[in-house]
C-alpha cells in the first residue's frame, strides 16, 4: 500500500522569505501523481501544484514550485517571497495512475506554515 | 454551480442519532468524491461515484456508513447511530469524468458527536 509521510508538523517563515516543505512517499508504481493542496482555516482545499511521475522536470506554478526526486521517493515544495496569505496547512498527497486511475488521493498528515509579517 | 457546495456547514449531533451529509458538485462533473478528515490528520478516502453508481466503497468505515447519488448530481452521506469517533469534517469534491482532471473540493460539513 502507498503511503505519505510528512515529518514537519509546523513551519515558520518571514514574509518575502523562502521557505521549503517536505514529503516522502512509498509505493511500488512507476506511474502515479503527486500533488500539493493548500488548506486555509475555510477548510477548502485548494490544488497548489501537481507532478506526474513520468516527467523529469520539475513542475512550477508562479511562486511555487517543486524538487521531485522519484528514485529517492522524495516531492518537496519550496515557497518563494512568501506571503501573508501562504499561511495555511499543506498537504502533500499521491495519486495512482494505474488500471483506471480515479482521484482517489493518499494524503500526508500535513504541514501547518506560519508566514510572519 | 460555481463550485463544490456542502450543507450543512456544521453539524451537532448525539450519539447513536442519524446525520445526512449533502454534496451539490460543479455542474457537469461527472466524477464525485467524498474523504474524512479527523482532527489533526489529513483527508482519508471514503467513497467514489462516476455518475450514479458508487465505483468505489472501499473508504467506508463500517455498514453505518452510506452513500447515494441518485441522479448523478447530488450526493447524500449518510451516518446511522453515529459515535464519537465519527466526530470529523467531512470533504466532497467533484472533477470532470475522470483520470488527468483534477479535484475542486468543498468547504466541507464539520461534523461533531457528543
Known amino acids: 500500500a502507498q503511503t505519505v509521510t510528512q515529518s514537519q508538523p509546523e513551519m515558520s517563515v518571514q514574509e518575502a522569505e523562502t521557505v521549503t516543505l517536505s514529503c516522502t512517499y512509498d509505493?511500488?508504481?512507476?506511474?502515479?501523481?503527486l500533488f500539493w493542496y493548500k488548506q486555509p482555516p475555510s477548510r477548502q482545499m485548494i490544488l497548489v501544484i501537481r507532478?506526474?511521475?513520468?516527467?523529469?522536470q520539475n513542475a512550477t506554478e508562479n511562486r511555487f514550485s517543486v524538487n521531485f526526486q522519484k528514485a529517492a521517493k522524495s516531492f518537496s515544495l519550496k515557497i518563494s517571497d512568501s506571503q501573508l496569505g501562504d499561511a495555511a496547512m499543506y498537504f502533500c498527497?499521491?495519486?495512482?495512475?494505474?488500471?483506471?486511475?480515479?482521484?482517489?488521493?493518499?494524503f500526508g498528515t500535513g504541514t501547518l506554515l506560519a508566514v510572519q509579517p | 454551480g460555481a463550485g463544490v457546495s456542502q450543507t450543512p456547514s456544521n453539524k451537532v449531533t448525539e450519539k447513536g442519532k442519524y446525520v445526512e451529509l449533502r454534496c451539490d458538485p460543479i455542474s457537469g462533473h461527472t466524477a464525485l468524491y467524498w474523504y474524512r478528515q479527523s482532527l489533526g490528520q489529513g483527508p482519508e478516502f471514503l467513497i467514489y461515484?462516476?455518475?450514479?453508481?458508487?465505483?468505489?466503497d472501499s473508504g467506508l468505515p463500517n455498514d453505518r456508513f452510506f452513500a447515494v447519488r441518485p441522479e448523478g448530481s447530488v450526493s447524500t452521506l449518510k451516518i446511522q447511530r453515529t459515535e464519537r469517533g465519527d466526530s470529523a469534517v467531512y470533504l466532497c469534491?467533484?472533477?470532470?469524468?475522470?483520470?488527468?482532471?483534477?479535484?475542486?473540493f468543498g468547504a466541507g460539513s464539520r461534523l461533531t458527536v457528543l
Open positions: 507532478q506526474e511521475a513520468y516527467k523529469q
Open positions: 498527497a499521491y495519486r495512482s495512475d494505474y488500471g483506471g486511475a480515479t482521484n482517489k488521493l493518499i
Open positions: 461515484f462516476q455518475g450514479t453508481g458508487a465505483a468505489d
Open positions: 509505493t511500488s508504481e512507476s506511474d502515479y501523481y
Open positions: 469534491a467533484s472533477s470532470l469524468s475522470d483520470g488527468a482532471n483534477v479535484l475542486t
